[in-house]
């Protein structure tokens, strides 16, 4: 491994040649915001400002622990945990396929010698002295064009591409390209789901929209070889209880009749049905399937979005149809949780000897998680334009999709789907109250907020401070429920969205995403530097035990209540 005085070195000289070649480059963007040309610059310290493009063209690793997500350098001082919302142990469940089990890294800072430095240094830059810079109305022009449709476009005409390619038609406008029960409407057979928001980088008021689609093998949506609608929904209604080991769920209407089976246990075949019991194998021309618990089948597929966020000409906030990254999964081998349990071991093997990460490289087709997915991503060039994420950039989807104790056969979104019929079709927060997560009595992101002590990891986001806590720094329970939805409780005011979009504007012009993608306003003060003994560990009672899954009737069982005033 290159010493940290020849990488140095070696980088300064880089340093000099580009910056003598691009330093007063002229640069046109698409928006009014950037219409005017004007030098590049980047907002690092003297002697830290290589730009992140030298890295990758000079094939040099800027940071090999990029799998170290940038919240785990958050400040607990003992008593804040953000933590547990990925870092969980599950030694009591002996059939869940997850074998992590690192619970144990709640508010340790156990990292390598090169893991204790942060890399992640955007989130120390203050952006708002260039937010100022860009106008509302040029930020809102940029957010509401589509640069999905010509990534497409160019990847469908590529003869040399090897990788996926996902078209959906109308993807940067929801309502076109969906059903009501979130089914695409140009027969690509990509289904959207509404799910829970994860706490809390992914909440409205963090940076970013975002949404998230499934899409199961022929076999699964076909009936002797041909497409069946009720084939395919009864499918997905089977993989979601075996994700949420459920022994029934609703479902969009579908025809016994026509399936040929007796799918509610009356004993009678119906022509409409909205009631499925689980069963030992899937439907269909996937017959022969035996569902598998906690795990998905093989080929299966995810898409999501993170996009700007809209702001509509009533401040309403909505998925803008700008996207800044197209992130793609495919199951391409199926592992028995036998065969993960190997795969678990070896990872913590690696550790125990701190090794570095280990990333296996595909090319076009992204990058293998060595538990059975391909993970693929396209984010935004200079211009605007999505292309393929670099290779140092797509590692850093590892450090969530592979091994961290959490997840549910290394996903996160589908398991949060609200449960049954209700819960296919486009996301929509102001469809959904807070409930609990399974295991626990009151509001998810209540009491996340409790426990991260702020609105978000870095405790940085002073909107939500300022709507959700006290002066004492304490989360005001009883405003938190009463949040009409989910809309009302994380989504930022069109201020902050705007500033927040400008953020990620300036970052996306540096292309500097491998030193971190969050879309911070002014420099993080709950975020370390770098990590020494010095740092207290978070006290026992601090810690939780935590299911990432919900408790969805706990909903229905408050709404029963206030129809009857109690």
């Not at 953000?82 to 009591?92: M, N, T």
């Not at 009631?275 to 996937?286: I, V």
């Not at 000897?353 to 990333?359: A, D, K």
């Not at 709950?526 to 035990?545: F, G, K, M, T």
């Amino acid at each position: 491994m290159m010493s940290t005085t020849k990488l140095f070195l070696k980088c300064k000289i880089i340093a000099v040649c580009l910056f003598s070649l691009i330093g007063c480059d002229k640069q046109a963007a698409e928006s009014a915001a950037a219409a005017q040309s004007q030098e590049k610059s980047y907002p690092y310290r003297v002697g830290d400002d290589i730009p992140a493009l030298a890295y990758i063209e000079h094939k040099q690793v800027y940071n090999a622990e990029s799998v170290i997500p940038p919240q785990c350098y958050t400040k607990t001082d003992g008593v804040n945990n953000p933590c547990f919302a990925c870092h969980q142990s599950y030694g009591q469940e002996k059939t869940r396929p997850n074998m992590m089990r690192d619970g144990d890294l709640q508010g340790d800072y156990e990292f390598s010698d090169l893991g204790v430095t942060n890399h992640w240094k955007n989130l120390f830059v203050n952006r708002r002295p260039m937010i100022e810079k860009i106008s509302d109305n040029s930020i809102k022009q940029w957010i509401r064009t589509d640069n999905y449709s010509p990534l497409i476009t160019r990847l469908e005409h590529d003869d040399n591409w090897q990788g996926e390619v996902t078209p959906i038609a109308n993807l940067p406008y929801p309502d076109k390209a969906f059903d009501e029960f979130g089914l695409a409407n140009d027969n690509s057979y990509w289904v959207a789901f509404n799910y829970k928001p994860f706490p809390s980088t992914f909440w409205p008021t963090n940076g970013s929209t975002g949404d998230a689609m499934i899409r199961l093998p022929a076999p699964f949506r076909q009936l002797n070889g041909e497409f069946s609608r009720d084939v395919y929904f009864a499918n997905l209604a089977l993989v979601e209880m075996t994700m949420k080991d459920l022994a029934q769920i609703s479902l969009p209407a579908i025809s016994e009749q026509l399936i040929g089976e007796d799918l509610n246990g009356d004993g009678k075949l119906s022509k409409s049905i909205e009631w499925l019991r689980r069963r030992a194998f899937y439907l269909g021309d996937a017959a022969d399937i035996e569902l598998a618990h906690m795990l998905y089948p093989k080929n299966t597929e995810f898409l999501h979005t993170v996009r700007y966020i809209g702001v509509d000409d009533n401040g309403k906030i909505y998925n803008a149809p700008r996207m800044k990254e197209v992130r793609y999964m495919k199951k391409h081998s199926f592992k028995s949780r036998h065969q993960l349990a190997s795969a678990y071991y070896l990872e913590e093997k690696e550790k125990h000897f701190e090794n570095l990460p280990q990333i296996r490289q595909l090319g076009d087709k992204g990058i293998n998680n060595n538990f059975g997915w391909t993970i693929n991503g396209y984010i935004e060039d200079e211009h605007g334009q999505l292309r393929q994420q670099y290779d140092q950039e797509l590692a850093f989807c590892s450090g969530c999709h592979k091994t961290i104790g959490a997840t549910i056969d290394q996903t996160f979104s589908f398991p949060r789907k609200v449960e049954g019929a209700r819960g296919w079709g486009y996301i929509n927060l102001a469809e959904q109250q807070d409930v609990p997560n399974v295991g626990e009595q009151q509001g998810e992101f209540l009491t996340y907020m409790q426990r991260a002590g702020g609105g978000d990891e870095f405790r940085q986001n002073r909107e939500m401070l300022e709507r959700w806590f006290d002066k004492n720094g304490r989360v005001n329970e009883e405003k938190v429920k009463g949040a009409s939805n989910l809309y009302q409780l994380i989504t930022p005011s069109p201020r902050r969205a705007l500033d927040l979009n400008k953020a990620y504007y300036t970052l996306m012009q540096e292309q500097s995403y491998i030193f971190g993608r969050d879309a911070m306003l002014s420099g993080a003060d709950n975020v370390l530097e770098q990590i020494d003994e010095s740092q207290a560990p978070l006290a026992p009672e601090h810690r939780y035990q935590w299911d990432l899954r919900l408790n969805w009737h706990h909903q229905d069982t408050n709404s029963t209540l206030a129809q009857h005033g109690k």
